[in-house]
C-alpha cells in the first residue's frame, strides 16, 4: 500500500502549493503612507486586532507568537530557482504553476527562500514570484509571499505584497514584514516603516476575497506541488516537522470575521475504505497529510490524482506515471493504482462534495482534533442513510429476541391452566438500506434467506419454522422491529402480556414502549479504524452490536377448571354448584333437581319427579342447565332411554 516518502516534509502529500497563495488576484497598489511611529511600542496585551489597515499591530501579534524574523531585509535572489522546462511558445512546460499568473502558468525564474528566525520551532518560507516573463538576473519581481508557522503551536502568519498594475516591487532588499517599530536596532525599525508601505494590510486582505490566504493553504500553512518540490528541504524547499500537526491563523478571529472574511481552515476525511482487491484499510489519501475543504478539495486533490486538468502542463508530462502526483510512492502500474486507490479517492471526494454523508468527518479545529463535525446520513446533518463510503466496512451485528419467560402466544381471552402451548411467538423485522448510489432497498430475509423474525426460544417453545434472528447491520440502516403477539403463556401457564423494547444503547428504540421499535444505525465506532499519530480521534459511532428484546410481565395465574367438570365448561368457579341449596350436586350419578334428600334412588329423582325421558351416560346423566346458574349447555352424545309407564288407576 501507500508509502510516504521520510526525507521530505512530513506533510510532502498536501496537494497543495505555495506558488498558489492566491487565486485571481487583482491590483497591486500600495497602501496609504503610513503615519510617523514615533518609536511607540505597540502594548497588544492579548487583545484582538483594533488596527487592521496597516500590518503594524498584526506583526506585532505574530512576533508575539511566532518570534522574530531575524534579519532586517532580505534580496529574493539569494534564494533557489524555481526553473520550468517550457514549450516554444512557452505555454505549456513539465512543472507549471498551480496559480494562474494572469492566463499564464509556465513563467520561469521564480525563487523560493528560507527565512531565519528566533524560534528553533518557528519556519519562514518566501517565494518571490515573476508574472511576466524576463531575465533571472532581474531584481523585478510581481509578487512576494511569505509565509510564518510555528510547528508546536501551528500559530500561522500571512504576508503579501502584489504589484498589480504599478511599478514592479523591488526583490532587493525586501522589508522584514515582522520587524519591530521599538526596536534597539535601526535597520529593524527602518524596515517597520517600509513593511507598513510594501504589503497589503490585513484589512484589505480580510475583505478582498482573492486575497484569503486560507482558501488555498487550507490544510497547513505548507503546500506542495511538483513546481515547488524541486526545492530540497535541506536547502530553501518546504520543512519538515508539520505533519498533521496543529493549525491555526493568528489573529484568526480578524481575519475570518465571523465568516465573511477568510474561510477558517478545516479538514476531511473518510471512514476505513474497501480497495479494489477487497482490503479494508483507512483512507489513503490522509494517511501522511490532511486534506483541506476549500481549495485543496476543489483542486489540488483532484489535479494531484489525475482526475482534473493541470492547466500548462505539456503532453509528454500528462502521462502515466507523471501524469500522478499522489501518493507519493506510486505503484509499478496504472492498473494496480485504480485497484488500490480508485475506492479511496471516490470516497474522498464524496466528503469534500457533500460532509454531512456518513463516513464522513469534517475537523473543525486543527489545533483541537476532538471538535469534529460527523456526517449523520441527510443534507444539513441530519439523520439519514446516504453514504459516501462502502457500508460493508462499518457493520454491527443486529440479534433481535423474545423475553426467557416466553413460551409461546395465547389468545387475548385464552387463560386456562390446560391449554395446550403449542402456538410459536413470533416478532418480524425489517431493515431498509441505502446503498452508495441512493438506492433503497428493504431487506426482509436474512443472510441464508430465510425470513428474519425473532421467536420464543423456551425448551417448551414449538418450532416456528426456519428463520434468522441475526444479520449485519450497515451505516445508515433503519432497523424497523414489529410488534410479536401480545399475548403469551410462561412455562407454568402464567399469563403474560408485551409491555415493550428493552431500550439502551445496544438497543436504540425511539420509544421502546410503542408496539414499533425503530431506529438508524451510524456504523461501528470503529470505522474510522485507528491512527497511532492522532490516538485521541475517534468516531462517535454505533456499540460492537445491537441486541433488542421483546419484553413480557405477569399479569395474572391462569385459571384450573373444578374437578368433575368438563374443562372449559365453567370460568373456574361453578357458583351454580357448590353455591345453590343441591346436596353436593350428584346422588348416584343422578342430579338431584337442587332438592336436598340423603336417600335418593339411584336413577329417580325424588319429590315425586318423575325421571322420564333421563339421559343416561355411562351411568350418569348429563345435565343440560346447571342448577343455579346459566352456564354453557354441554354435548350432550348419548341416548335416551325411556322409563315404562304408570299402570293408570282403576
Not at 480521534?537 to 460492537?544: F, I, K, L, M
Request: aromatic share 6%; glycine share 10%; with cysteine.
Amino acid at each position: 500500500m501507500r508509502t510516504c516518502r521520510a526525507a521530505e516534509s512530513a506533510v510532502a502529500g498536501v496537494l497543495l502549493v505555495v506558488s498558489t497563495l492566491f487565486l485571481g488576484c487583482t491590483g497591486g497598489e500600495a497602501d496609504e503612507p503610513p503615519e510617523p511611529l514615533d518609536g511607540v511600542v505597540l502594548a497588544r496585551q492579548g487583545q484582538g486586532l483594533v488596527d487592521g489597515s496597516n500590518i503594524t499591530e498584526y506583526a506585532a501579534s505574530c512576533r508575539a507568537e511566532l518570534g522574530r524574523l531575524t534579519d532586517a531585509t532580505f534580496n529574493c535572489r539569494d534564494g533557489t530557482l524555481l526553473h520550468t522546462t517550457n514549450t516554444p511558445d512557452g505555454m505549456t512546460c513539465d512543472k507549471p504553476v498551480w496559480l494562474d499568473l494572469g492566463g499564464k502558468y509556465c513563467v520561469d525564474n521564480a525563487r523560493l527562500l528560507k527565512l531565519k528566525t528566533s524560534n528553533p520551532n518557528t519556519e519562514a518560507r518566501v517565494i518571490c514570484r515573476r508574472y511576466k516573463a524576463g531575465l533571472d538576473t532581474s531584481e523585478s519581481f510581481q509578487d512576494v509571499a511569505i509565509v510564518v508557522a510555528n510547528k508546536t503551536s501551528g500559530a500561522t502568519c500571512y504576508f503579501q505584497a502584489l504589484s498589480g498594475s504599478g511599478a514592479d516591487l523591488n526583490g532587493k532588499n525586501v522589508p522584514n514584514p515582522m520587524a519591530d517599530p521599538a526596536s534597539a536596532d535601526a535597520a529593524e525599525r527602518a524596515a517597520a516603516t517600509a513593511a507598513r508601505a510594501f504589503y497589503i494590510s490585513p484589512q484589505r486582505l480580510r475583505d478582498n476575497s482573492s486575497l484569503h490566504c486560507s482558501k488555498c493553504h487550507d490544510s497547513d500553512p505548507w503546500m506542495h506541488s511538483p513546481y515547488i518540490d524541486q526545492v530540497a528541504a535541506t536547502v530553501d524547499g518546504l520543512p519538515a516537522g508539520f505533519k498533521k500537526g496543529k493549525y491555526k491563523l493568528v489573529e484568526e478571529a480578524y481575519l475570518t470575521n465571523a465568516g465573511r472574511g477568510w474561510p477558517k481552515p478545516e479538514t476531511v476525511t473518510t471512514a476505513q475504505v474497501k480497495d479494489g482487491d477487497g482490503n479494508v484499510g483507512n483512507q489513503e489519501c490522509t494517511t501522511c497529510h490532511r486534506i483541506g475543504t476549500k481549495n485543496t478539495c476543489a483542486d489540488w486533490f483532484p489535479r494531484s490524482v489525475d482526475k482534473a486538468a493541470i492547466p500548462g502542463r505539456n503532453a509528454a508530462n500528462g502521462v502515466w506515471p507523471k501524469s500522478h502526483w499522489m501518493p507519493e510512492v506510486l505503484p509499478a502500474t496504472k492498473a494496480e493504482f485504480h485497484t488500490l486507490y480508485d475506492n479511496h479517492i471516490k470516497a474522498l471526494e464524496c466528503c469534500c462534495t457533500t460532509p454531512w454523508k456518513l463516513g464522513c468527518t469534517t475537523f473543525t479545529d486543527l489545533t483541537d482534533l476532538t471538535k469534529k463535525r460527523q456526517g449523520t446520513g441527510a443534507v444539513d446533518f441530519k439523520p439519514g442513510a446516504q453514504k459516501c463510503v462502502d457500508g460493508t466496512t462499518g457493520v454491527v451485528a443486529l440479534g433481535v429476541s423474545i423475553a426467557p419467560i416466553v413460551v409461546a402466544a395465547r389468545g387475548s381471552g385464552e387463560n386456562s391452566c390446560t391449554s395446550p402451548l403449542t402456538a410459536p411467538l413470533c416478532a418480524s423485522f425489517t431493515i431498509e438500506r441505502t446503498d452508495l448510489e441512493g438506492t433503497t432497498t428493504t431487506l426482509t430475509e436474512g443472510p441464508n434467506g430465510a425470513p428474519l423474525m425473532a421467536c420464543a426460544s423456551h425448551p417448551q417453545s414449538p418450532y416456528p419454522g426456519p428463520h434468522e434472528s441475526f444479520l449485519p447491520l450497515e451505516p445508515g440502516d433503519l432497523v424497523t422491529l414489529s410488534t410479536p403477539q401480545r399475548y403469551a403463556f410462561a412455562d407454568n401457564h402464567d399469563l403474560l402480556e408485551f409491555v415493550g423494547w428493552q431500550v439502551s444503547e445496544n438497543c436504540p428504540c425511539a420509544n421502546g414502549g410503542s408496539t414499533t421499535c425503530q431506529f438508524r444505525t451510524r456504523g461501528s465506532r470503529h470505522w474510522y479504524g485507528t491512527d497511532p499519530e492522532l490516538p485521541e480521534v475517534t468516531y462517535e459511532g454505533d456499540p460492537e452490536g445491537f441486541h433488542c428484546q421483546a419484553l413480557y410481565q405477569r399479569t395474572e395465574v391462569c385459571r384450573t377448571p373444578d374437578a368433575g367438570v368438563d374443562a372449559g365448561t365453567d370460568a373456574g368457579v361453578d357458583a351454580g354448584y357448590d353455591g345453590g341449596p343441591g346436596d353436593a350436586g350428584w346422588d348416584g350419578g343422578v342430579l338431584d333437581a337442587g332438592i336436598a334428600d340423603a336417600s335418593v334412588d339411584a336413577g329417580v329423582a325424588d319429590a315425586g319427579i318423575t325421571d322420564a325421558g333421563v339421559k343416561r351416560c355411562d351411568g350418569g346423566v348429563s345435565v343440560r342447565v346447571p342448577v343455579g346458574e346459566g352456564g354453557p349447555t354441554p354435548v350432550e352424545d348419548c341416548e335416551v332411554t325411556e322409563q315404562p309407564e304408570e299402570p293408570e288407576e282403576p
